[in-house]
Structures are given as C-alpha cells and as structure tokens.
C-alpha cells in the first residue's frame, strides 16, 4: 500500500502544482522542481527510492513516442544538419569538456569515470524549453530543431555514457570496440524501429476498435524499445523512428474516432510523466546531499564548475557550427544564414531532464578493481545541473527571446497558406460529392455543400481577423448556447425517467463532438 499511496500522492501533487503554475504564469517544471525540494525536507512525505529502471524503461519510452508522434517528418528531414549538430556533436563536445572539468578538480578519480558523468548531463531535454517556445510564439524552426534534438541526443548520450561506464569498470575500450558500439546501437535501433512502424502500422491499419487501437498505441514504446535494448541496440533509436513513421502515417492508419482518443490520451499521459520526472528530481536532492562525503564549499564549487561548462558548451558550439557550415556553398544554397537571434535563443534553451535524471542513477557503485569513486557526489551534480539549468535558463528564456527580438512566424502568410489549401480541399470535396451523390436527396447535398463553403469561409476569415465578431465566432458562440440548452433538456428527461441513462449518454457524446469542432473555430477566428 505504502508504494501506491507514493504514486497517487506523486500524480496529486503533479495535478496540484500544474494547476498552481498555470495561475501564476510560471512554467510547470521548474515549480515541480521547487516543490519537490521543498516536500523532501518533510520526513515522511512522498518517500520514494527512485531505481534508473523505473526512468529508463517505465517513463522515457512514452514520452519520446509521443514526441516523436508529433513532430513533422519534412520539417524534421530538412533540419536534419543542424539537428545531427547538436544532438551528436554537441553531446560529444559537452561530454568531453565537462568530463576533463572534473578530472581537474578530482585528480584521484579515472578520467573514464569523469566522462560518464559528461554524458549524464550532455543531452539537453526539450519539454520545458518547447514549452516555452510556444508559449512567447518562437519560430516554428526554432521548436523543430529544439524538438528534433531531442529525440536523437539520448541515444548519442546513452551509448557514450555506456562506453565510458565500460571503461570505468575495467573493460577493454579501443576504438574498435567504439566503433562496434556505436553501430549497433544506431543500425540496430534504426532496423527495429523501421520494422516496428511497419508491423505496428499494419496492424492499426486493421483496427476497427478505437479502445483496441489506443492499447496498441500504448504498448508500441515498449514493443520496439525491449527488443532493441536486448540485442545492445538504442531503444531511443528505435522508439523515435517507429514514432516518426507512425506520426506521419496516422492520417491514413486510423480512423477518426480512434485518432481522437489517442490524442486525448497521450497528452495525459505526457502530462503526467512529464511533471513526474521533474517532481522526482526535486524529491530526490535532499537524500543525495545526505549521501556526499565532500565537503559543501568543495560540492557547491564543483557544481557551479560542471552547470557553467554545460552551459558555455552549448553557446561555444552553436555559434560556429552555425556559421561555419554556410560557407559550404552547398549548404548556403540550401539554407541561408539565420540571423544571430536564432542560435543565440536555442543556445541558452539546454535545460536538462528524464535522461540525465535516468543516466545518474544507472552511474555504477564501484569502478575497476573494486575502487570507490564519490559516486553520490557525481549523481547531487548531474541532479544539480537539472535544477540549475530548469531554473536559469527555464525561467529567463522567455526574457532572453523578448531581448533578442527573435522575429517570430508570420501569422497573416500561414493563414494564406491554410486558406489556400483549405480551398482547394473543399472543391475537392464538392467534386467528389458531385460524383457519389447522384442517389441522395436534393435537401441532403445541399447542406454538405454549405458544410465545405462554411469549412472554406472559416479559413479566409482568420486572414482578415478585427474587432468585430466574424460569421463563424457568431455561429460557434449561438450554438454552443444551443447546445447547453440542449443538454439541458436531456438531462431533465433523464431525471424524470422518460429516458435511460444510456440514452443520455449517447445524445452526450454527440453533442459534445459536436461541441470540440465549434472550439477551432471559436479560439482562431
């Protein structure tokens, strides 16, 4: 009972302060963090023993498949350079910079042991900082690339950070066996991945269920990441290419019942273990301060150390690779200069999160021959670099984005593009109407003709937004009233017996999707 009443206490206070950061426009990891500080001084409350299992296998799964479920494959292709930039080379360039920080200040410990520990905090984690994105209207590149590094930077973390362990404890590391690693986890979780989107994809193609469809969605992190972790390949690997290939599929893979349903669950799911890792980042630091040996002013230098090299990492390699690589004609070509409001907004959004907070806790006990290292110290820093970055950069991005005056997406040119293809959808539509409604009362087609001009109409609307009410805010304000009135009527029936409940239910639901596609409308218009 003790370990479920963690877990209900655990989501409570993940609900509780969400709601609480959303009141006071703070974002939500960083609160959780706090809180989590603050509820680990308090004996007794929210006790729990966190093993890396439960973060590498219970929580990072699903939340990279979601992620990956909802990134843009073409956008995604497209920023693949400066993706591969920053989610291989800089991990690297992190690892081994902080890794010779600390075999500076711990001379007695193998420098093995010192780049474990750089891979523990190299991979920055994208859900605060996309977070923020969205919400101060960045450029939708600047989210793809911070979302796209993300997904690929674990593994490059994970498979050095396995390496180094390696190393650490005594096995033979040569650039070969380096090498070796690294191509299977890559290849291997790259051919997982693909067969898993195909298989999966086959599979939810011959759904009916949306309730039997959602469960598959569920169990695909896992079914892609077990097989591949067995063979020493990268789960990540393999979860974010079965997420990508389904998430551009899913159009065509299931129906549209099943896709509303899964989208209303994973975004509670994401929700949930999202604020959960950072919650448990911040309950975990009173235990691990109780567990270093090392002096505090010694412990508080060697943190302030480790976060300022991750830090000035990120901003010494963005700038260059950034630049450098236009003077590739090629690439110029391709893809022009940004301006320096660009790399400067995303080299100061490298807050860490679920990797970190998983590979510190995965650091072994004891190194080659049984010799000790301050492996409680290595874990308070990695915990460290989580709070400290969530909160510096977390909570002044925001202010460093407004500084830059980072242009954002223009609105009025993506409405046109939206108008222009909703435009031609529709004639589509009606085309395909005119073909297939030979049989169909008269009174039946022209309603579906009002349906696609009204779809259309809503489109250019947002081109021309003002003051003034538009016909469709109008339509979508007078009939949500109707339909509370509606419902009324219904549930006055029910409570007077003249109908079951299950025909309360029923007449419900349709109102209610009615009602959800009255929102789009509502908010954009």
């Known amino acids: 009972m003790h370990g479920l009443e963690n877990v209900v206490g655990l989501i409570a206070v993940v609900v509780a302060t969400s709601v609480v950061a959303r009141r006071i426009g703070v974002l939500s990891p960083i609160l959780l963090v706090i809180v989590g500080i603050g509820i680990s001084f308090i004996p007794g409350v929210l006790e729990i023993e966190l093993e890396p299992e439960v973060v590498l296998l219970g929580i990072l799964p699903p939340i990279l498949y979601v992620a990956a479920l909802e990134t843009s494959v073409p956008a995604f292709k497209f920023n693949l350079r400066p993706i591969l930039l920053l989610a291989v080379g800089l991990v690297l360039f992190t690892a081994a910079a902080v890794g010779f920080t600390l075999k500076m200040l711990l001379p007695g410990v193998p420098l093995a042991a010192c780049f474990a520990l750089g891979a523990v905090v190299a991979p920055p984690d994208a859900v605060a900082a996309t977070a923020v994105a969205r919400r101060i209207g960045l450029p939708r590149r600047v989210v793809t690339v911070l979302e796209g590094e993300s997904l690929i930077n674990d593994a490059t973390a994970l498979v050095t950070l396995r390496v180094a362990v390696a190393a650490a404890v005594g096995q033979a590391v040569d650039a070969w066996s380096i090498t070796e690693q690294a191509a299977v986890a890559v290849v291997g979780g790259v051919a997982i991945g693909v067969l898993g989107g195909i298989v999966i994809g086959f599979v939810h193609k011959r759904i009916t269920n949306p309730l ?18 067995s063979i020493h390949a990268s789960g990540v690997v393999a979860v974010v290419v079965t997420g990508l290939m389904l998430g551009h599929r899913m159009p065509t893979l299931m129906s549209a019942a099943s896709r509303l349903q899964m989208d209303a669950f994973w975004r509670m799911v994401k929700f949930l273990l999202e604020g959960a890792v950072f919650l448990l980042v911040g309950l975990q630091i009173r235990s691990l301060i109780m567990q270093v040996e090392r002096s505090f002013w010694f412990t508080m230098g060697a943190l302030v150390a480790v976060v300022g090299v991750v830090i000035v990492a990120r901003i010494a390699w963005l700038f260059p690779t950034t630049y450098f690589t236009r003077l590739i004609p090629r690439v110029r070509r391709r893809d022009p200069s940004p301006p320096l409001a660009a790399p400067a907004v995303i080299s100061w959004a490298g807050m860490r999160g679920a990797v970190t907070l998983a ?5 072994p006990t004891e190194l080659a021959n049984g010799q000790p290292y301050p492996r409680g110290l290595f874990v308070l820093l990695a915990f460290g670099v989580i709070v400290a970055t969530l909160v510096l950069q977390g909570a002044t991005l925001p202010t460093v984005a407004r500084w830059l ?11 046109l593009a939206e108008a222009s293809v909703q435009h031609e959808a529709s004639r589509a539509g009606k085309r395909r109407l005119e073909e297939v409604a030979a049989d169909a009362p008269e009174g039946v087609v022209d309603r579906l003709r009002q349906v696609a001009l009204s779809r259309s109409n809503l489109a250019w609307e947002r081109l021309g937004r003002s003051d003034r009410e538009t016909p469709s805010a109008a339509y979508a304000r007078l009939r949500r009233e109707m339909l509370n009135a509606e419902r009324e009527v219904f549930r006055q029936a029910r409570d007077s017996g003249r109908i079951p409940e299950e025909t309360l239910r029923q007449a419900q639901r349709d109102m209610d999707l009615e009602e959800s596609l009255l929102e789009r409308g509502d908010h954009e218009s």
């Open 405 to 415: 005056k980072v242009p954002p997406d223009d609105e009025k040119e993506d409405a």
């Open 212 to 229: 039997i469809d959602n469960a598959v969605s569920l169990l695909t992190p896992w079914v892609v990441f077990l097989p591949a972790e």
């Open 359 to 363: 590979a510190a806790l995965s650091l």
